[in-house]
């Protein structure tokens, strides 16, 4: 199979690319040129701008991707260009979203209202009312956290008619080159062979999906491989890759909520 990752040098890039070439799959990468990542031989790179995927369209063409991989849709934007750039071209999308389009989360933040959900929370569950969750983060009007929103290019991926897609929520991802180095306090504090590890209380009652890496690029994994998953919506949990699961609807959750095996 011919997998095109756009976004495949940072984080969860490389380990997904090694992974589907380990696995056996033709894999391109369409990246800036401004990461250095080790990717494995054989491993093609297209050149060019994000948003401006048209400006490659005669590349995507001789490689001839089957499925394509976006690990860095952002906004509605992003998505759309998406379509347009693969309609046509590709047999299917395996978009990267987040949990936190979640009701949930909105109530989290501060930003919904209402008590805090309970959990667990399934695919189903209300999404948030207001866009653009970290909008107040922002500088300035061309500031990443001004317009990035992953319920829009979620409705986008999903209502194309002519593309099959399919939305992949991922959970909090921990690993080495983690660009948030959301572990770094509690491991200084083991590092610095200190006697506890102090929290707030509202962090301590916290409770979010995690995984690591490997986990969540097994299940990536999956999700380009199996059609089963067109259409869909699925979040992603922490499980094991070893051993494998026969399909990816056999391994996690579908988008009505239910438990499939």
């Not at 260009?81 to 933040?109: E, H, K, M, P, T």
């Not at 948030?128 to 001004?146: H, K």
């Not at 094991?240 to 699961?245: I, K, M, V």
Request: charged fraction near 25%; charge should be neutral; glycine fraction near 8%.
């Amino acid at each position: 199979m011919r997998v095109l990752v756009i976004g495949g040098t940072n984080f969860i890039g490389p380990p997904l690319v090694r992974k589907l070439v380990e696995d056996g799959h033709e894999v391109a990468v369409f990246r800036r040129g401004q990461s250095q990542a080790e990717l494995p031989p054989g491993v093609k790179r297209i050149l060019g701008d994000r948003h401006r995927l048209e400006d490659q369209t005669d590349s995507f063409r001789r490689f001839g991707p089957d499925i394509v991989v976006d690990m860095i849709a952002f906004t509605e934007a992003d998505a759309l260009s998406l379509v347009v750039a693969f309609r046509g071209l590709a047999r299917r999308l395996v978009v990267i979203s987040s949990a936190d389009v979640y009701r949930a989360y909105g109530r989290f933040l501060g930003t919904e209202p209402g008590p805090i959900e309970p959990t667990p929370i399934a695919e189903d569950a209300p999404l948030r009312s207001a866009l653009f969750p970290y909008r107040n983060q922002a500088q300035r009007l061309d500031d990443f956290f001004y317009g990035y929103d992953k319920m829009p290019v979620d409705r986008v991926v999903l209502g194309e008619s002519e593309l099959p897609g399919m939305v992949l929520r991922l959970p909090m991802v921990h690993s080495p080159g983690d660009p948030y180095r959301r572990l770094s306090p509690y491991v200084k504090r083991m590092q610095d062979e200190r006697p506890a590890i102090v929290l707030s209380e509202s962090l301590a009652r916290w409770k979010c999906p995690r995984g690591h890496v490997e986990g969540v690029v097994a299940g990536i994994v999956l999700a380009v491989v199996d059609d089963q998953a067109a259409g869909r919506i699925y979040t992603l949990p922490n499980w094991s890759p070893s051993p494998r699961p026969t399909g990816f609807a056999e391994s996690v959750k579908s988008s009505d909520g239910g438990a499939r095996s």
